[in-house]
């Protein structure tokens, strides 16, 4: 088969490597991919949102299946595009990928569903949000209604907080039209573990859990980020809690979307908190995460493309899908001052100790070819995973191989895995 994945930073990557793994790929190729991806399938340069010239590009090359693994061609409609054009997409249509491109939508689903989530108000003026806050229990948490690069949450410590974040949000648009609705939130404590499954429409096939380190610093600190780590599995994932999401999460959300008349085919990625009173939705997406793909594929031992083919055929029921008894462990470099300020170019050494290894990996986020060869191109740069027999090792393993690497102004965080001491 041939084959095209959309996107290029470590998630796609992890995706791609996955995919060089099938039995049934014959040709990759990724748009627009990054140097990392380079290695395995053929990048062309096309953009995500550059949707007749993906159409086309498939057209042309005779695409087999074309994997959509970004959020905004995936809630602007490639897949719709591509099957107009009578080609095969892996990820959900539109209609289904509402759910992670409007808040708005999916707590109204969990609500409609009864499937637990925090208690919320949706607003669609400034003056209502801010009139709202004022007999509100904070903190609270403010969530931009649209995709904000996974920047449009707030929380709010105090009220005069949240009335700032209503303005910025809803005022000064600094999510742009992300902010023309907003939901406000109760606000949750508890572990948070990310637990990303595929899903035919009917059936649904959770993979292993695992956490995401979202802050910039050690111990949770700085700002938010794209993501700086993961491990997997999550100890915190217990089998009462999956007990708990198998009966009131994960089927009926599928459910639900079939019972709207938006049929979802495709990941979806459910965001949870185990709170005192049990898991709740935090978020849904429609698409693996990043950087939780590069932790929870690498110990899948299913043929990805056969997973992919058996949820647009709709016989998931058919796949048994199994993980490694492993686990493995994700740490980000990065470049200093991410996700603020940072320079780009600076050559990356060391990247020839991954070759040939089978349990270390060093996925590309923002990386370019040069004349002078591999070098910095973002703010997260790499993802390096490693595997071990347990979180242990496997964080051991991946602390070495981030050692491996060398470039100027490369910073990572040193405590990605640390939670699981406390397990
Ligand atoms: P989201 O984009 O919805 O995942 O939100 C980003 C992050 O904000 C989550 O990963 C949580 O850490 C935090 N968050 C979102 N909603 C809540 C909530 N209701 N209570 C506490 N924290 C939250
Ligand atoms: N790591 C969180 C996300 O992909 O949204």
Redesign the pocket.
């Given at each position: 088969m041939k084959i095209l994945i959309v996107g290029g930073g470590g998630r796609e990557h992890a995706i791609a490597a996955s995919v060089a793994r099938s039995q049934k790929a014959d040709k990759i190729y990724c748009a627009p991919g990054n140097a990392g991806i380079a290695q395995i399938a053929e990048c062309v340069p096309i953009g995500p949102m550059e949707f007749d010239k993906i159409v086309s590009f498939a057209r042309e090359k005779e695409i087999d299946l074309t994997i959509v693994a970004m959020d905004d061609p995936l809630v602007g409609g490639l897949v719709d595009e591509l099957e107009a054009a009578g080609l095969r997409a892996f990820g959900p249509r539109k209609n289904a990928a509402v759910l992670e491109g409007s808040?708005a939508f999916s707590k109204e689903l969990m609500k409609k569903y009864h499937i637990p989530t925090?208690d919320y108000a949706t607003f669609d003026s400034a003056e209502e949000a801010l009139a709202y806050l004022e007999s509100a229990d904070f903190p609270i948490?403010l969530?931009a209604d649209g995709l904000a690069l996974?920047k449009?949450?707030l929380?709010c410590q105090n009220l005069q907080e949240a009335k700032e974040g209503v303005r910025t949000i809803m005022l000064d648009k600094q999510f742009g039209n992300a902010g023309n609705r907003l939901v406000i939130?109760?606000?949750?404590?508890g572990r948070?573990v990310s637990v990303l499954s595929f899903v035919d429409g009917k059936t649904i096939r959770p993979m292993t859990s695992a956490q995401?380190h979202?802050r910039a610093g050690d111990g949770d600190t700085g700002l938010?980020t794209g993501g700086m780590g993961t491990f997997s599995p999550s100890p915190f994932y217990t089998k009462e809690v999956d007990e708990f999401c198998k009966k009131h999460i994960y089927q009926a959300t599928v459910d639900a979307m079939a019972a709207e008349n938006r049929e979802f085919k495709g990941i979806i990625f459910f965001?949870l908190?185990l709170t005192e009173k049990g898991p709740r939705v935090?978020?849904y997406n429609v698409r693996f995460g990043d950087p939780e793909a590069q932790v929870v594929l690498p110990r899948m031992k299913n043929d990805i493309i056969e997973v992919m083919e058996a949820c647009m055929d709709g016989r998931l029921d058919t796949i048994d899908l199994q993980f490694e008894d492993n686990a493995a462990v994700c740490v980000v470099l990065a470049s200093e001052g991410y996700p603020v300020k940072y320079e780009k170019g600076y050559v990356i050494k060391g990247l020839e100790k991954f070759e040939g290894q089978d349990s270390y990996f060093c996925f590309h986020a923002g990386t370019k070819q040069t004349s002078e060869g591999i070098v910095t191109n973002g703010g997260r740069v790499l993802g390096v995973t490693a595997k071990g027999k347990d979180l242990k090792e496997a964080r051991k393993n991946a602390y070495t191989a981030a050692g491996w690497v060398f470039f100027d102004h490369k910073y990572m965080r040193h405590d990605i895995g640390k939670a699981i001491d406390e397990a």
């Open positions: 808040k925090a948490v969530k996974g449009g949450v929380i939130e109760e606000f949750l404590t948070e995401d979202k938010n965001g908190m935090l978020e």
